[in-house]
């Protein structure tokens, strides 16, 4: 059973920063690629970055510079650290596994991320 568990999300005043864990168990997560997405209410859900199982990064122009993606392929956890964190970045924080060539495609429950002050 596969099974992706997102912590850390929490209240946090503008220009904060959080850090994002989701912990992976049921795949071989060295060969998975992982993704962070957000969704706010009212607006579909967005990537916010990706990182390979090779090890490439990807980022949503929105929080470039920001945000850093990051696995440790020992503890099958990805992370996501975020800075600077702005009033547009809250939303519930999805974790996502993808092996595309055997159209595997995971989500965890997610994890809400408010910023306020």
């Known amino acids: 059973q596969v099974q992706l568990v997102e912590s850390g999300g929490g209240l946090v005043q503008p220009g904060g920063s959080l850090r994002l864990s989701c912990a992976a168990s049921?795949?071989?997560?060295?060969?998975?690629?992982m993704g962070w997405y957000r969704q706010a209410p009212g607006k579909q859900r967005e990537l916010v970055a990706r990182i390979l199982a090779g090890g490439g990064t990807n980022y949503a122009d929105s929080v470039k510079g920001r945000f850093t993606i990051s696995r440790d392929n020992a503890k099958n956890t990805v992370f996501l650290q975020m800075t600077s964190l702005k009033p547009e970045d809250p939303a519930v924080y999805y974790c996502?596994?993808?092996?595309?060539?055997?159209?595997?495609?995971?989500w965890g429950q997610g994890t809400q991320v408010t910023v306020s002050s």
């Open positions: 996502n596994a993808r092996f595309d060539l055997l159209r595997h495609d995971y």
């Open positions: 049921g795949i071989i997560f060295r060969a998975y690629d």
